[in-house]
């Protein structure tokens, strides 16, 4: 059994087929935990609606609350207190199991460290306060990242698609966090965690794996991610399943 830590399939517009289809393709390959992660106040509440649907039916999905540094704008300011508010409600849910994704994003031209930072230090100390494990997206931002990181007490988080330097995972990994590996691996040279600290993800319906290059992410492809981990590990499939499948248990409690 393999878990997709981090995707987004809520979003009926953006994705590759019907909801029925991507759960089908990903049991299908073995795929049977899907967390879906929220990015904005509106798409949090989506995956929400999605992940309460879905498991009514019988699927074993699961949604985070986020708010991705990218999605935060001078209009969306006035609203944080009442979007944090609406948060607080919003994770009870029986479906939620995390924040995220949040986190710093220094890539694009126009981003304000200051807003950035005055929403990540909001999401943590919801995270840090219900005790809910963090899906992490830091680009390009590990310095001021990390400051801001140690001035909080959270349980076991994971650091998602990590493509950063040597030193940072290093970083990373003593402070706990877990990685997040998707398909970047597949085509990208980056730096890799001990296998006994990934967890497997796809970020569908982005950065979709080798030999799907070209198309739309799903889930389903995690075993696409697993297949090239055995390899890049050395070891069985069944071996990446097991230990990436009990990391993201003990992480998010599924
Ligand atoms: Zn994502």
Redesign the pocket.
């Known amino acids: 059994m393999l878990v997709d830590t981090?995707?987004?399939i809520h979003d009926d517009k953006d994705r590759a087929g019907s909801a029925e289809e991507i759960f089908a393709h990903s049991h299908m390959q073995g795929v049977d935990k899907i967390i879906t992660?929220g990015?904005s106040p509106k798409d949090s509440l989506n995956a929400r609606d999605f992940a309460e649907k879905w498991a009514a039916k019988g699927e074993n999905i699961y949604w985070t609350y986020g708010y991705?540094p990218n999605e935060y704008y001078e209009k969306d300011r006035q609203n944080l207190a009442d979007d944090i508010k609406i948060a607080l409600e919003a994770i009870k849910s029986a479906q939620n199991v995390g924040i995220g994704?949040i986190g710093l994003d220094y890539h694009f031209d126009g981003y304000d460290v200051q807003m950035q930072r005055e929403l990540l230090l909001e999401m943590l100390q919801l995270a840090q306060d219900y005790r809910k494990p963090v899906?992490f997206?830091v680009r390009d931002a590990f310095d001021d990242f990390w400051p801001i990181f140690d001035n909080f007490r959270l349980v076991t988080s994971v650091m998602?698609?990590f493509s950063d330097s040597k030193k940072n995972l290093s970083e990373a990994l003593r402070r706990d966090l877990y990685i997040g590996v998707n398909g970047l691996s597949t085509f990208a040279d980056i730096a890799h965690a001990p296998l006994e600290r990934i967890v497997l993800e796809t970020?569908a319906p982005?950065l979709t794996p080798r030999p799907f290059r070209g198309t739309m992410n799903k889930p389903g492809y995690v075993r696409n991610i697993a297949d090239w981990a055995a390899e890049y590990y050395k070891v069985e499939l069944g071996t990446v399943a097991s230990i990436t499948t009990k990391n993201a248990q003990n992480i998010f409690n599924i």
Do not use: K
Request: net charge negative.
């Open positions: 981090h995707t987004h992660i990015t991705h994704e899906s997206h998602h698609s970020d982005y």
